[in-house]
């Protein structure tokens, strides 16, 4: 267990539906990461909050909407999808610090495998 | 242009074998590299990380920097079945909020 949690660990859903992807981590970090991870692809930042507000988005499409009401919990919105969105979406925490030093690893939550029928 | 690239595998060793993974990047103001290992339908988790050229050694793993070739490697000396993984090489550029991810190399240790 790496100290972030996410839930649910499966998920089906029609291409009308609305759902949330939630992840929580209570290590004290305050930097946490959505990434998409598809097969045969590299792992991909979806977005980034650092102190709750959002500083990366990577042109995500709009039908994915983040939301960070606080440090500890981060969630992935989902509305309309594609099945092409199909994949394993998987959340990440750090410290923020001025860069990717020592002790400043990304802590991976087990992800959420997502299939859009 | 993919920024890091690694050869997808399946890579094969026997048991007791030296494994090499190699992984190459593209900016060249990259400043932290790490080795992260994923089980099937596990979480990354981090190995190693390196900053600065040269070997960098942890029990039976040695990360290996070469800025001037834009290159990093990862050694895991006496092989074991429990490596069997996929091995995530990721890269990070000073200033950017974003590790960036090369495919992974899917090893396999054959008992």
Partial sequence: ETGVTQTPRHLVMGMTNKKSLKCEQHLGHNAMYWYKQSAKKPLELMFVYSLEERVENNSVPSRFSPECPNSSHLFLHLHTLQPEDSA??????????????MNTEAFFGQGTRLTVV | QKEVEQNSGPLSVPEGAIASLNCTYSDRGSQSFFWYRQYSGKSPELIMFIYSNGDKEDGRFTAQLNKASQYVSLLIRDSQPSDSATYLCAVHSAGANNLFFGTGTRLTVIP
């Fill in chain 1, 88 to 101: 394993l979406y998987l959340c990440a925490s750090r410290p923020k610090t001025r860069g990717w030093g």
